[in-house]
Every structure is written in structure tokens, then in C-alpha cells.
């Protein structure tokens, strides 16, 4: 089935130490979002790629910046993790960025700040 | 602006008992709504979109919407819920993008509901 895959699930790391999360897509899609989700809250859109240009959301910190290597593969590196940016980070993906296409997201890494 | 409104915070209904969750919007243009599920620990599942067309919409798992244009409202409905249905429930209305522009996705606060047996 074609999906969207995220490594890992749970990431753990402490206070100040670079993180990187993965996500990857089997879906041919020409756009990757990045959203952040803290607990019990709306997801919040960081950053999308539409094929490899990259396109920042106005709020969204410095520290944390994105790469994508191919169509399949998007990462996201936290440079200096802060306590407050413990959440779940959900990777996204669509076929173009026009409204009616649906974005379909992947099972979410749980980070978790120490 | 876009913008979401999810007025229940939580929704509880007996197993077998048809669920509504509501939800309305504002959007300047035409709206694109859709509805995702979240189980506790995994991401967002699509469960149904509305674009254009007839106004009540069928998706997943028995799930179905009704959009009413005069109310800019659109709920979510299942004539008869399971366990398994308990869940938190997102309504979510995308911005107009073509092209180079992004149709970003707003996302109503979420409605928990509980079904039980």
C-alpha cells in the first residue's frame, strides 16, 4: 500500500542535543509538509517542500530546519531542542498544493525533551 | 481568514447510538472541508473531504458529512457508532492554492468522542 512512513516513533534526546526525524513516502507526491503537535492541540503547519523548493512558515523558529534529498525522503532537524518543543511531529504529504488535494499524513514521531 | 470551530470539546454516545460531531467554518472563497480521525499516539487519517457537488458526502468506516452552505457548517455523522470509533476528530478547511500558492490546512481544535458500550 502506498503510505507515508516516519522514523521513529518515539525519539528521545536531551536538552541542546541535534535531533533528526525522518520521513519518507510511497506516494509520488510532489509536496511534504512538516507540522508540529502538542498535546491536545491542532496541528501546526512549520514548513512545506513543493519538489525541492522549500517554503518556511513566517513563526516558525530558527531552529529547526528542513531537508529533502528525492521526491521519497523529507527530514526535519531540531538543531537545539528546548523543552518546550517536546510534541508530536506529524509529516504530511500531497500531490500538488492546490486545495481540493487531500494531505495525507504519516503516524507521527512523539519527541520528547529531557 | 480561515478558521474552524469544533464547539464541543468532547462527544460522548452509546455504542450503537448515531454520533454527530459539528463543525463550522469561515472562508473567503470556496470551501474545501475535510474531516480527519486521531488515534491516541498516531497521526491524522483522512476520513472524508467535501469539494464540490452533492452536499452530503461518504468516507470511511461508515463515516459521512452533510455541508450546509446557508449555516457554513459541516458535520460529521455515522448512523451507528462502535468503541472502536473513540477517537479524537479533526475538522479541517483549506485555504484557496493553485500552483505556486500553498492551499494551507486549518484545523479546528478537535472534538474527543467516546463511545461506550
Known amino acids: 500500500d502506498a503510505m507515508v512512513i516516519q522514523n521513529p516513533r518515539y525519539q528521545v534526546t536531551q536538552f541542546g542535543k541535534p535531533v533528526t526525524l525522518s520521513c519518507s513516502q510511497t506516494?509520488?507526491?510532489?509536496?511534504m509538509y512538516w507540522y508540529q503537535q502538542k498535546s491536545s492541540q491542532a496541528p501546526k503547519l512549520l514548513f512545506h517542500?513543493?519538489?525541492?523548493?522549500?517554503?518556511n512558515e513566517a513563526d516558525t523558529p530558527d531552529n529547526f530546519q528542513s531537508r529533502r534529498p528525492n521526491t521519497s525522503f523529507c527530514f526535519l532537524d531540531i538543531r537545539s531542542p528546548g523543552l518546550g518543543d517536546a510534541a508530536m511531529y506529524l509529516c504530511?504529504?500531497?500531490?500538488?498544493?492546490?486545495?481540493?488535494?487531500?494531505?495525507?499524513f504519516g503516524p507521527g514521531t512523539r519527541l520528547t525533551v529531557l | 481568514a480561515q478558521s474552524v470551530a469544533q464547539p464541543e470539546d468532547q462527544v460522548n454516545v452509546a455504542e450503537g447510538n448515531p454520533l454527530t460531531v459539528k463543525c463550522t467554518y469561515s472562508v473567503s472563497g470556496n470551501p474545501y472541508l475535510f474531516w480527519y480521525v486521531q488515534y491516541p499516539n498516531r497521526g491524522l487519517q483522512f476520513l472524508l473531504k467535501y469539494i464540490t457537488g452533492d452536499n452530503l458526502v461518504k468516507g470511511s468506516y461508515g463515516f459521512e458529512a452533510e455541508f450546509n452552505k446557508s449555516q457554513t457548517s459541516f458535520h460529521l455523522k455515522k448512523p451507528s457508532a462502535l468503541v472502536s470509533d473513540s477517537a479524537l476528530y479533526f475538522c479541517?478547511?483549506?485555504?484557496?492554492?493553485?500552483?505556486?500558492?500553498?492551499?494551507?490546512?486549518?484545523f479546528g481544535r478537535g472534538t474527543q468522542l467516546t463511545v461506550w458500550p
Open positions: 517542500y513543493y519538489d525541492k523548493d522549500f517554503n
Open positions: 506516494l509520488n507526491h510532489n509536496v
Open positions: 504530511a504529504t500531497s500531490r500538488t498544493r492546490d486545495s481540493p488535494d487531500t494531505q495525507y
Open positions: 479541517a478547511v483549506r485555504e484557496e492554492g493553485r500552483g505556486s500558492t500553498l492551499g494551507r490546512l486549518y
